[in-house]
């Protein structure tokens, strides 16, 4: 099982461009403050995403969805609202559809991105990651 002190490394593999603004994350917060770290990983994205440089993608999503499916409740969790609500958040408020990263995901992230756009939208109620 992937736990909370493996998540970020689990990410990090997948998109070696974010190392350099990682360890800044660590300087500042250290290494337990992963929420705001996945914000920076979705703005990190984003801009790889119009710059064109999208070669890391599949494997971000092969991460993700190891996340959902490997991890502990508590990274599970952190792979859905942290990871794929941060990319939604971020994305959203720029001119790249947060959508546009729905391909690059596994089905078990694709299952949940789909529970939070239902959530967003009114539809369905938070139901919290399950085993």
Known sequence: MIDQSEAMQVLLDACPSFEDQWKRHVEAFGHDVLYPAAGELAAHLLERFQAGATEAFNS??????????????????????????????????????PDAFFPFLGPESQRRWRGLNRFWSGEAPYVAVKG
């Open 60 to 97: 971000v999503g092969t991460a993700i969805e190891r996340l959902h499916t490997e991890g502990t409740p508590w990274v599970r969790e952190f792979a859905t609202i942290g990871v794929l609500e941060g990319i939604q958040n971020v994305w959203s408020h720029s001119t790249t559809s």
